[in-house]
């Protein structure tokens, strides 16, 4: 039985680590990033992975990590990544109390590209549908979306991708040349080809996935299993 | 392929029986039998009643079993927990099938639902096939068999077939069609989907050789996924044009992911329809406009090759509104090639010679050589290399006579496919409006509803190839 750590301590989110191996078994690409149970280990990680980085902090008890404020962004230097990690704690200890932490991540910071969406549900109708869109904190707001059935095939890809208002996006503006979009056609496919493989997974929320002029990079992932 | 077969008794029975036939004119088991003689279905005709004898002119049986000859299809339009027990003598009788027009069961609550639940046991256990509860019927133009709670009925038949959710809403819209010229093959009003569905049909349809256009009005599918395979069946044949309503998000909840929250009902069968090659319609106007361009141009001229749109007007403002509307539409307006601007001018020398091009003089003033410059106009963009598609825009109310002469001789000798916009009224303009409806001729009333419908046909033909290709591999 899959997730069945998971199922055992009654928990719908998959943890970070069950998240990971699942998108490499898909060979879904993530930023660069390790994760760390002390200050001194993240500042390691750090100075392996080169400034500036993203610190989340990992706990069993909060998933959206924006939320929570457990999320520091453009740390530049190993006493900028100690002083986040108290703060973190203090954090999630203020968001909400007797929460667990259980160390944190850090993680590349993506300085360019255009903030996407890629997600799974299942809809009571047509049963696994994937869906695509503007990302980052207006998602809601703009619903700048689309969906497909699963399976799809490369040209539901490039549709999804096309039909969506911020599609011009992608295509190079103020000079700028257009972006890798063939790599983001590829994210579509495997997250389909995953969604068909483990129908356990109720909904699953890539985002933000950064689409970049070479190659596109998921930051964060989310999986919700049934239990 | 046999299973799709069974449905056809739905449309070509060789007799019907209706169950509840009344000498009531305000029931609607009079109104039944009166639409059968009126509308001139051909096969025997069996009204059912405890105590009549005759009902308008036609012989009545006393029960089911009374009949003489064999019952293809039964309909029934007495109360509810009549159906479930008249279904049993159908059974023993050998009926193949039947329309249950009554309401009161699925949708009146849960003792309607355990109704429904018996009757539909009492059918299977006879292999007698069910359409409805709680619908209006079906109807046929090749066989004559007619709806039962509707006065008016298409006459002509056409190639458009409809499934509709809504008994009222599918008539209705029918009717709106007929007016705008469109003629139909089948009309069916599914009701409570107790046995066949919308689905089931939709599938019938792929080898009905009378059906090339299915439209369907539309609440929601039960079996997402079976849709799916049907429809990728179905739409590299024919195309599926569909009216969805119950467009606002159902069944919100608290979901715990962007994705579950974000995902709005009509966002996804939005998707599914792009993946499966079905064009939706934003609204009645919009779903007409798609019928009366795909069944005028489908069949006849042919869909236009690509989306590059020549423009004819007479007056120059709505020539440009056109322009833009086609654009909007998803269309392009190119220019036109250096041989047919100087063929323009040639044999109109007011003409503009730019797309979009216009006549200049609006086109019915008798000073120019040409005695018919509008279509003169047309023969030249006709040829044009970069046009697929012809748009001719109408004049005002000056000589409505003149335009539509000039239409129904470019549709006499036009190669390439056209559509017409007329954005103007008036009595004699509407009676000219309907000749040339009456003549098959795509008729829009306004640029954005005629880009928008040809828009549609151009966006069918490119995921046609594809769903061709990939039926292919």
């Not at chain 2, 355990?114 to 079906?138: M, Y």
């Not at chain 2, 008036?426 to 003549?439: I, M, N, P």
Request: net charge negative; proline share 5%; glycine share 10%.
């Amino acid at each position: 039985m899959k997730f069945a750590k998971t199922r055992e301590a009654g928990k719908k989110f998959l943890s970070h680590e069950e998240v990971k191996k699942i998108l490499d078994d898909y060979h879904l690409p993530i930023v660069r990033e390790g994760v760390a149970t002390t200050a001194d280990e993240a500042i390691r990680i750090s100075n392996t992975i080169g400034y500036p980085i993203v610190l989340k902090i990992l706990s069993p008890d909060i998933s959206h990590k924006t939320e929570a404020h457990g999320v520091k962004l453009n740390l530049r230097s190993g006493r900028e990544v100690e002083e986040a990690c108290s703060d973190l704690l203090t954090k999630l200890r203020t968001y909400q109390s007797g929460a667990k932490a259980e160390g944190f991540l850090i993680q590349e910071m993506v300085e360019d590209g255009i903030e996407t969406i890629v997600g799974l549900h299942q809809d009571p109708t047509f049963g696994p549908v994937l869906m695509f869109g503007i990302g980052g904190v207006w998602v809601e707001l703009l619903r700048d979306i689309s969906f497909r059935v699963l399976p799809i095939h490369r040209l539901d890809a490039i549709d999804m991708v096309e039909e969506i208002k911020g599609s011009h996006l992608f295509k190079g503006f103020r000079g700028k040349p257009p972006l890798d979009t063939d790599s983001l056609h590829e994210i579509l496919l495997s997250v389909s080809r995953l969604g068909s493989d483990l129908p356990e997974i109720q909904e699953m929320d890539l985002n933000p996935v950064f689409v970049r002029e070479h190659g596109t990079l998921i930051a964060d992932a989310r999986i919700i299993v049934g239990l | 392929m046999e299973e799709a077969r069974s449905l056809d008794v739905f449309f070509y029975p060789r007799s019907v029986a209706v169950i509840g036939a009344s000498r009531d004119p305000k029931k609607t088991g009079n109104a039944l039998i009166q639409n059968l003689l009126t509308y001139g279905y051909q096969g025997a005709i069996y009204p059912v009643n405890p105590s009549e004898d005759e009902i308008l002119g036609v012989k009545a049986y006393r029960t089911i079993e009374e009949i003489p000859g064999e019952v293809d299809l039964a309909i029934f339009t007495v109360p509810a927990p009549a159906v479930v027990k008249l279904m049993e003598d159908c059974g023993q009788k050998g009926v193949r099938a039947g329309i249950v027009h009554s309401s009161g069961f699925a949708e009146a609550g849960e003792q309607g639902a355990q109704l429904q639940k018996e009757l539909v046991e009492i059918a299977r256990k006879h292999g007698i096939r069910l359409v409805g509860p709680n619908c209006v019927g079906i109807l046929c133009t090749e066989s004559r068999l007619p709806w039962a709670r509707r006065s008016t009925f298409p006459k002509e038949v056409g190639r458009v077939s409809v499934i509709s959710q809504s008994g009222g809403g599918g008539g209705s819209f029918v009717n709106l069609a007929v007016h705008r010229g469109v003629s139909f093959s089948k009309v069916i009003s599914i009701g409570n989907e107790c046995d066949v569905s919308v689905i089931d049909f939709l599938n019938y349809f792929r080898t009905d050789p009378k059906t090339e256009i299915v439209f369907i009005y539309l609440e929601g599918f039960r079996d997402g996924g079976r849709f799916v395979e049907v429809a990728r069946a179905l739409t590299p044949k024919k195309p599926v044009i569909v009216y969805k309503i119950g467009r606002t998000a159902v069944g919100q909840r608290a979901a715990a992911s962007h994705t579950g929250s974000l995902a709005g009902s009509i966002q996804i069968y939005d998707g599914v329809f792009r993946q499966t090659g079905v064009l939706r319609a934003e609204g009645i106007d919009e779903a007409l406009d798609y019928l009366v361009a795909f069944s005028n141009l489908y069949f006849t001229q042919g869909i236009p090759k690509g989306r590059r749109v020549g423009i004819v007007s007479g007056p120059g403002g709505p020539g440009v509104a056109t322009a833009d509307a086609c654009v909007e539409a998803g269309l392009e307006v190119p220019d036109f090639s250096a041989e047919t601007k100087e063929r323009l001018i040639e044999r109109i020398p007011t003409a503009a010679r730019s797309n979009p091009t216009e006549t200049g003089d609006f086109g019915f003033v008798a000073t120019l050589k040409e005695r018919d410059p509008y279509g003169a106009l047309v023969s030249v963009v006709e040829q044009d290399e970069n046009v697929d598609v012809i748009v001719m825009v109408g004049p005002g109310e000056f000589n409505p006579e003149g335009f539509r002469d000039v239409v129904l001789g470019v549709q006499s000798r036009c190669r390439k496919p056209f559509i017409v916009i007329w954005p103007s009224a008036g009595e004699d303009v509407e009676r000219c409006k309907r000749d040339l409806e009456a003549a098959k001729i795509p008729l829009f009333l306004t640029p954005e509803r005629g880009a928008k419908a040809l828009g549609g046909l151009v966006w069918y033909q490119k995921m046609l190839k594809r769903l061709v290709r990939s039926e292919d591999q």
